[in-house]
């Protein structure tokens, strides 16, 4: 277990959670339903594409690819914001003593706040398209707790390189781009007809394997590739540790950076 003083700090975190969710509504008419609207047309657009412009077999296509698109959302907002977490806040950790890794940590909370509201719609699209309400829903809980803790890890650790490289977070926003196309958002994996290629995508994209595992239980109501899954929860509980080690590390030298 990592001893760490966060969890006495643990109303800070929620104070912090509740803020980053005030900011990023602040000044807007619509506030938290921007969080739903975004995914929808996104969904508009791609079941347009899917279903007149190059038809897909696939039923429910409009649930599938939400089941989808609403886990990438989260990772990469987080990732985007996690990022930027240490810099942002320059003000606050030059003032106040806290440990600073809640700040990402707070990010990654409040974009699963979010990820959570965005999951009403998705409720909503599969009584229209009579997708059942199963008991491997109960499966979104874990496969949620692994993709926070991968996006935690992650976040730790791409918000101290860019405390002290600012050119992390355009590397980042490249990223991004091709780790969307390779993760089987608005397509499934069965397009790729060589298995052991489809298992290294799996294994070195986390992404891919999570979002698999959410249609699965969502759109396909059965449990995931456990297999699979308990190796995304290692590779995930890794990074945790990883980028935790290499936060403390480095977080020595945050002041003098900002």
Do not use: C
Request: proline share 6%; hydrophobic share 60%; no cysteine.
């Amino acid at each position: 277990m990592i001893k760490t003083p966060v969890w006495r700090y643990r109303e800070a975190v929620r104070l912090l959670t509740l803020r980053e969710l005030r900011v990023r509504y602040s000044n807007s008419a619509l506030g938290v339903i921007w969080s739903l609207l975004a995914p929808l047309a996104m969904t508009v657009v791609f079941s347009v594409i899917y279903g007149v412009l190059m038809p897909t077999t696939l039923p429910a296509y409009p649930v599938f690819f939400l089941a989808g698109l609403l886990p990438w959302n989260f990772f990469s907002l987080s990732l985007t914001a996690t990022t930027q977490a240490i810099t942002a806040n320059s003000n606050l950790v030059k003032r106040v003593y806290f440990p600073r890794e809640i700040l990402p940590i707070s990010v990654v909370l409040a974009n699963g706040i979010n990820f959570l509201i965005a999951l009403v719609p998705l409720a909503v699209l599969m009584i229209v398209y009579g997708v059942a309400f199963t008991p491997a829903l109960l499966w979104v809980g874990v496969i949620l707790a692994i993709q926070v803790a991968l996006s935690i890890g992650l976040g730790l650790g791409l918000s101290a390189f860019n405390t002290l490289f600012r050119d992390v977070q355009q590397v980042i926003d490249i990223f991004l781009l091709p780790l969307f196309f390779a993760t089987p958002i608005f397509y499934t994996l069965d397009l790729v007809q060589q298995p052991l290629l489809r298992q290294a995508i799996l294994l070195a994209n986390p992404m891919a394997s999570l979002v698999s595992a959410y249609r699965a239980a969502i759109y396909g109501g059965q449990a995931p590739d456990l297999g699979l899954l308990a190796i995304t929860a290692l590779e995930a509980l890794g990074l945790l540790a990883l980028g935790w080690a290499l936060f403390h590390r480095m977080s020595d030298a945050f002041t003098d950076e900002l």
